[in-house]
């Protein structure tokens, strides 16, 4: 044991021991914690008064599973595997009472007792695959023994926790608790400790076997779904080969597995960004910062990106006005917000009472003085800075003196908007994702006069929003959009070079993202960024390389999926215009064209997208290479497996 209090402590109650772990701030088993439950372990077993144990956890959650940050240091004894073994051969029953999350290893920990209760709000799952791992204690092999086979590979291969309720109904927790959960875990445990001690769940049975076709039908989804991320595979297989081989087998195969794939380029990459995630918002809001509270909040446009932001607020609890020009389009807007909410009725993401009162916190105007008591007004109108600065001067007439005020564009001057109201100082930029109920990225935008009160205000605002917030300095696309319009034009001198549309767009599919940078455009439509480019022509620098077979598309009236046809036709009929187009700018250029490999196609990528983040970080635009890493695979489908552009320039990637 190190010199650090032992965070598990142990109160006699009768003739149980309540043993408690403390361990802020989610009782993650570090090596003092396992050491501490190790000892207790022997001592219980070693103490003829005691006839039940009761394994609960201070704070908030039930331990959250192994310390990551021990990944990169040489492992100290007890190893988890040894304990959870250790923990399922005690001579008195173990039962595991879970609030909170019960998550990876602490999972394993509670499939090591002999019983579980969980509270209703609890939560319980193997998140390993989402860090490149696998559960590495036992949990592939002790699982099947306690749910169905197909319910093992789900909960393990998909990395996503179950509710408490849906746990009970797999076998995979034995009582579900109101309220008091110490109290009725104690009850609990008086009464299993007269009842012969249950067999160790490695002992048991397997729930089922599967046959051949069987595993056939649920490993193929996971493969699928796993676009090149090799853990979620592994998982899959793991469970198999804990239900097809003996324990003991099936024991060190998953321990082999576990190290082999801590090891991984992607499970350090998995890794990399799960800190990079957490601490992003941290570094930018200050303890010592006043926050603003944020209730009420006004949302100036009901199309896509103001229904999303809507629907994001009343998803979190707050209340929300929206703003339309008209009664017809607020009416629009408003039935757009209602149809996602009932999706996520539908989907059980809330309850009938939450949809039932999310509604009623949804009202709308159609005159900006409905704005007057918000504490947080989002501008989600067109990309146009005239309409934007009518806005905002409607906005500094009506609005509280202390509210902050947000525009949502996403590459437009913040400064210049800043500027041009009454108190520049309360102007910011919040940046959401479409659609921004589902995306989970929010680039914070900071100008030189918002104050350190508003900015702390936004990031605490982002985290009620559940939103990953990244800061980011005005420039031009601010870190996101600024990466992908350098790759996007690197993409179209490939186009010139020698290079088709398919070819690239293979190779970024190939790479990891759910799809190519053409593709993308086709469904985003090309005429908003056709109608910038006609907008910036006049100021262009005519040396800059300028590609235009994207106006030739959009003068054709090809703007992508929703007119049939853009960088590609979507009627099943052959279409050789786009390459027509791409061969003629390349002649009248002088360009002899050669093939371009899909390594080549990548690398130019990748390289496009770190130079853009080297001069993005230079002028501090980003406080950190992370926060660009962050951005990339939260808000343009970087593989999340790859870490990001400047972590694969770091490690070396592919
Ligand atoms: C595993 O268990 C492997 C085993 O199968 C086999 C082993 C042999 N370790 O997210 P929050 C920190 S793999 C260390 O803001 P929340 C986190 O960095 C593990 N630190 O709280 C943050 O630190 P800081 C499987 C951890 O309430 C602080 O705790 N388990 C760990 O929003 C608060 O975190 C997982 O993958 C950890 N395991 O969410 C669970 N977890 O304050 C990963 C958190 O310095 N964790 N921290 O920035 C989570 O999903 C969320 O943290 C959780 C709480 C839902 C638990």
Request: hydrophobic share 45%.
């Amino acid at each position: 044991m190190t010199g650090k209090m032992n965070p598990v402590s142990v109160d006699i109650i009768g003739d149980i021991a309540l043993v408690t772990i403390a361990n802020p701030p989610v009782n993650a088993l570090s090596q003092t914690v396992r050491a501490g439950l190790l000892d207790t372990i022997e001592n219980i077993d070693k103490n003829r008064s005691i006839l039940a144990a009761v394994l609960i956890c201070d704070g908030r959650t039930f331990i959250a599973g192994a310390d990551i940050t021990e990944f990169d240091k040489p492992s100290i004894e007890p190893h988890l595997p040894d304990l959870i073994d250790r923990l399922e051969c005690s001579t008195k029953p173990w039962v595991a009472a879970i609030h909170g999350n019960a998550l990876g290893g602490g999972l394993e920990v509670a499939l090591g007792c002999h019983y579980r209760i969980a509270d209703f709000s609890s939560k319980l799952g193997f998140p390993e695959v989402k860090l490149g791992l696998i559960p590495g204690a036992g949990g592939t092999v002790r699982l099947p023994r306690i749910v169905d086979s197909v319910n093992a590979v789900s909960l393990v291969a998909g990395g996503k926790p179950i509710k408490a309720q849906l746990a009970a109904e797999w076998g995979l927790v034995d009582l579900l608790v109101e309220d008091n959960l110490k109290r009725d875990a104690l009850n609990f445990a008086q009464q299993i400790a007269s009842l012969p001690l249950p067999e160790p769940a490695s002992k048991r049975p397997l729930i089922n076997k599967l046959t051949a076709d069987d595993w056939e039908a649920v490993l193929s989804p996971v493969s699928n779904k796993a676009h090149g991320q090799i853990a979620p595979v592994r998982a899959a297989e793991t469970i198999r080969n804990a239900v097809e081989k003996p324990a003991d087998e099936a024991f060190a195969a998953e321990r082999n597995l576990f190290s082999e794939l801590k090891n991984s380029d992607q499970s350090r990459a998995l890794r990399y960004l799960f800190f990079a995630e957490k601490s992003a918002s941290k570094i930018s809001g200050s303890s010592s910062v006043d926050f603003m509270p944020v209730e009420l909040v006004g949302v100036i446009g009901g199309g896509t990106m103001g229904t999303g932001i809507v629907t994001a607020l009343l998803l979190s609890n707050h209340s929300v006005i929206m703003i339309e020009r008209d009664e017809t389009a607020l009416e629009k807007g408003k039935a757009t917000v209602l149809s996602y909410l009932q999706n996520s009725l539908k989907r059980g993401l809330i309850n009938a009472a939450k949809h039932a009162r999310l509604i009623t916190s949804l009202t709308g105007s159609i005159k900006y003085k409905a704005l007057a008591n918000a504490d947080l007004v989002i501008e989600a109108v067109y990309e146009d800075m005239d309409m934007k600065l009518d806005v905002f001067s409607k906005l500094d007439t009506v609005m509280k003196p202390d509210a902050i005020l947000a525009t949502n564009t996403s590459y437009l001057d913040v400064k210049r908007i800043a500027a041009s109201t009454k108190i520049p100082a309360r102007v910011v930029g919040l940046h959401f994702f479409s659609p921004a109920h589902i995306m989970k990225l929010l680039e914070i935008i900071r100008t030189d006069s918002v104050t350190a009160e508003v900015l702390s205000s936004c990031f605490l605002f982002a985290k009620r929003l559940g939103k990953i917030a990244i800061p980011a300095g005005v420039c031009e696309g601010f870190i996101g959009n600024r990466i992908m319009s350098a790759y996007r034009r690197e993409c179209e001198y490939m186009l010139e070079d020698g290079a088709l549309p398919q070819e690239i767009d293979d190779a970024m599919v190939a790479f990891g993202f759910p799809m190519g940078i053409f593709a993308m455009q086709d469904l985003a439509g090309l005429d908003i960024a056709w109608a910038m480019r006609k907008r910036q022509a006049a100021t262009r620098n005519s040396n800059t390389r300028y590609v235009a077979i994207a106006d030739r598309l959009c003068e054709m009236g090809r703007f992508g999926r929703k007119t049939g046809s853009g960088w590609y036709r979507y009627d099943n009929t052959t279409d050789t215009v786009v390459e027509k187009i791409i061969l003629q700018e390349s002649a009248l250029k002088g360009i002899q064209r050669k093939s371009i490999s899909a390594e080549e196609i990548i690398e130019r990528i990748l390289n496009t997208m770190r130079n853009e983040g080297s001069k993005i970080l230079a002028e501090k635009i980003a406080n950190r290479s992370e926060d660009i890493d962050v951005v990339m695979v939260n808000g343009y489908g970087f593989p999340r497996w790859r870490g990001g552009p400047m972590f694969t320039g770091k490690n070396l990637i592919p």
